[in-house]
Every structure is written in structure tokens, then in C-alpha cells.
């Protein structure tokens, strides 16, 4: 097994709560290098990070929110154009990979329209292959996105939302995406190395979204080796000296290895 990075680029709500940028979760090993939710802020966090966009093998959207997806057509276009950090490049040399619920390829479209970056991502004469691949993930299955193995779960948030269990270096990570309390939760962080769960408010119930009252409710019947909380909404960042479980930073790196 590999070591596995695992990099927290924005864990806050749609509305900057503590100063906290939207969702995004890059995960990081020999194996590959792969951004779970691409929310608004991203590429701005990539930026401050240093990582350079075309570094990135692919992308996982969890639901169209655009806190989980609002980043990715500045992020496509600077991979079309090659231009990050103002620094001279060609631009990406192989497709990328987006995964998501089912009509992704049609969101992206949509998204890169309504942002006036209607750029043709397919092949070209200079350029021999689409910039953009789409695999659409479906719960109840397991697919192989380049490198990372993903099994998509439906939890409770909007029709489409998803949330995933994966594998990559022979590391699992459960996700949660955004979603109220489901027993879906249960299997897919079973066992997992590390589950990165939403919860949006202290105690305040949303019929769409998990609180910590009741993640401390339902605590024993999950069995991660390790669970960091995420997402945080303005109670949550109020209340945050009450919180007694991991909570996720922006900026911060957590690793999985051998004796970590």
C-alpha cells in the first residue's frame, strides 16, 4: 500500500463561514492525484496550495451545488488554456477525468455556457483528444476512475447527490457529500481508513443536512478507523469549542500510512 495524502482545500459553507472556503478534498498518492468536490473557491485554493491544475488526474462531483461544483469551469478553461499561475505552459497534454451523478457530461456543458467559456473540449486538429472525459457514476455499482475505485452511494440532499467509499493505493476513504442522516453512512465508512463527513450546524436540524448532535447520536454505529468533520456552517464555527471530534482545516494535510 501507498501513502495517502490527504489535503483539505476548502471545508466551509456556501457562504465562507469563519473565512472558511467551499467544499474541495484532493487526494494524493503515487497512485494519483484526484480533487473530491470542486466548489467555487477551488481554484483559488489550488492556487494558494501550489498545486497546478494539470497535475490533477481527475475530478469527483458529489451533487450540482455550486459550492461542490462551482469551480470547474474556470478550472477546465485554464486547462484548455494552459495558463496557470501567469506562468507560460502548453496546455494539458490528456484528457481529465470527471466523475459524477448521471449527466454530468450535460452539467459541465451547461455550467461552461452559462460562464461565456463556451470552448470546444473535443479533438482537435492541434489537439488529438477531448479535453474533458465524463463517467457517470451510478449507486448499487463500482467503477474505476483512472486510478482511484469508486462505489457512489444515494444519500439525502438533492435527487442527484451522491455520497462514496474509495480506494486508492490500497487506502479506503469514505465522503459523504452533503446529506441529512442515512444508514447509507454506515456502509460506506465501515472499516474505512478515514470517513470526511458533512455537518453544517451544532445542533440545528435541516431536513438536508446533517448536524453534530446527531452525529454524536449515531457515533458508536459507525466504524471508521478515523472520522474528521466538514463543512462547517456558521453554528458550527460558533460552537466549534464544543466539537470533541477531528475537524477539518483549511489548508491542512492529513496522511494515511503504514504506522500513522
Avoid at 200 to 218: G, N
Amino acid at each position: 500500500m501507498t501513502d495517502l495524502f490527504v489535503r483539505f482545500l476548502g471545508t466551509g459553507d456556501p457562504f465562507g463561514s469563519g473565512g472558511r472556503l467551499q467544499s474541495s478534498v484532493l487526494l494524493d498518492s503515487a497512485e494519483g492525484r484526484y480533487l473530491i468536490d470542486c466548489g467555487a473557491t477551488t481554484p483559488f485554493a489550488l492556487s494558494r496550495s501550489g498545486i497546478d491544475p494539470a497535475s490533477l488526474d481527475g475530478i469527483i462531483i458529489s451533487h450540482w451545488h455550486g459550492d461542490h461544483a462551482g469551480g470547474l469551469p474556470a478550472l477546465i478553461l485554464d486547462l484548455f488554456l494552459g495558463t496557470t499561475h501567469g506562468a507560460e505552459r502548453r496546455p494539458r497534454a490528456r484528457p481529465l477525468l470527471i466523475a459524477g451523478p448521471v449527466g454530468t457530461a450535460e452539467r459541465v456543458r451547461d455550467a461552461m455556457r452559462l460562464n461565456n467559456w463556451d470552448i470546444s473540449i473535443g479533438p482537435t486538429a492541434d489537439r488529438p483528444f477531448t479535453v474533458v472525459e465524463h463517467v457517470a457514476l451510478v449507486p448499487g455499482t463500482t467503477v474505476d476512475v483512472g486510478a482511484i475505485t469508486v462505489t457512489p452511494f444515494s444519500v439525502v440532499h438533492t435527487p442527484e447527490a451522491l455520497g462514496f467509499r474509495f480506494s486508492l493505493g490500497g487506502r479506503s476513504i469514505a465522503y459523504s457529500g452533503d446529506t441529512a442522516w442515512t444508514d447509507a453512512l454506515i456502509e460506506m465508512s465501515a472499516d474505512a481508513d478515514l470517513f470526511i463527513c458533512q455537518v453544517y450546524t451544532f445542533a440545528i436540524e435541516i431536513p438536508t443536512m446533517l448536524s453534530y448532535r446527531r452525529i454524536v447520536a449515531e457515533r458508536s454505529r459507525l466504524t471508521p478507523r478515523r472520522l474528521i468533520l466538514t463543512h462547517l456552517g456558521a453554528e458550527m464555527v460558533a460552537q466549534r469549542a464544543e466539537v470533541t471530534e477531528e475537524v477539518a482545516e483549511d489548508g491542512r494535510t492529513w496522511v494515511i500510512c503504514d504506522g500513522c
